[in-house]
Nanobody
Framework: QVQLVESGGGLVQPGGSLRLSCAAS????????IGWFRQAPGKEREAVSC????????????????STYYAESVKGRFTISRDKARVYLQMNNLKPEDTAVYYC???????????????????WGQGTQVTVSS
């Protein structure tokens, strides 16, 4: 069965860093785009960062488009990356407003990277809590 499991969350002070990891099973990770989303209490789930599949990366490269997405609120602070087994979100200079449950999710091979449609993502992890507080 399709499964995604997030890890790496925790409590950090403002300005601190965390690295989240998303481990996948039940499907070939490389064939899919993967997105990181977050949801704070009482707020709507929002896209944080997404990364294309290998084929998507080739497509976007050929068309002169980005193969990753970053929300404006995290640009310059967060970095998404992937290898054959996992997708990572390096989070630096964390702010209290980054506090949320962070989810990884599976999207199609050519998920949009200019803007993110949450309904493109069809499998979700259980989430990992990130709390930024002094």
């Amino acid at each position: 069965q399709v499964q995604l499991v997030e890890s790496g969350g925790g409590l950090v002070q403002p300005g601190g860093s965390l690295r989240l990891s998303c481990a996948a099973s039940g499907f070939t990770l490389d064939y899919y785009s993967i997105g990181w989303f977050r949801q704070a209490p009482g707020k709507e789930r929002e896209a944080v960062s997404c990364i294309s599949s290998s084929e998507g990366r080739r497509y976007y490269l050929e068309h002169g488009k980005n193969s990753t997405y970053y929300a404006e609120s995290v640009k310059g602070r967060f970095t998404i990356s992937r290898d054959k087994a996992r997708v990572y979100l390096q989070m630096n200079n964390l702010k209290p407003e980054d506090t949320a449950v962070y989810y990884c999710a599976r999207g199609p091979w050519l998920a949009g990277m200019d803007s993110v449609r949450i309904d493109e993502y069809d499998a979700w992890g259980q989430g990992t809590q990130v709390t930024v507080s002094s």
